[in-house]
């Protein structure tokens, strides 16, 4: 199982911005589908988005759309999450995940190599 690395964490006010950024190895990177996940204490890690192979399709759980933004860049093995006007309720840890479908993946179990996470953290 190979690493994931994030960065981007942080501790910002509601209303903020961050932008995350995973750096995958190329066999677990190139031609699959990428999905940043999030667990907040005492729950369960869910999916936050996910982006197909082609970055053409990309999918968001309904409490981020409209604020966050996943992207990827093929060419150097990198897929971000943009978040714009945090709110508290996005503190967490925020982990990314490398699929083995070509196109977008909705469920966590389509998921096979994880990074160790990067906290995010949002004060009122």
């Known amino acids: 199982q190979e690493q994931l690395v994030e960065s981007g964490g942080g501790l910002v006010q509601a209303g903020d911005s961050l932008k995350l950024s995973c750096a995958a190895p190329?066999?677990?990177?190139?031609?699959?589908?990428m999905g940043w996940f999030r667990q907040a204490p005492g729950k369960g890690r869910e999916l936050v988005a996910t982006i197909s192979w082609s970055g053409l399709y990309t999918s968001y759980t309904d409490s981020v759309k409209g604020r966050f933004t996943i992207s990827r860049d093929n060419d150097k093995y990198i897929v971000d999450l943009q978040m714009n006007n945090l709110k508290p309720e996005d503190t967490a840890v925020y982990y990314c995940?490398?699929?083995?479908?070509?196109?977008?993946?909705?469920?966590?179990?389509?998921?096979?190599?994880w990074g160790q996470g990067t906290q995010v953290t949002v004060s009122s």
């Open positions: 190329r066999r677990t990177f190139t031609g699959f589908a």
């Open positions: 995940a490398s699929s083995r479908m070509r196109e977008i993946a909705l469920h966590r179990s389509l998921y096979v190599d």
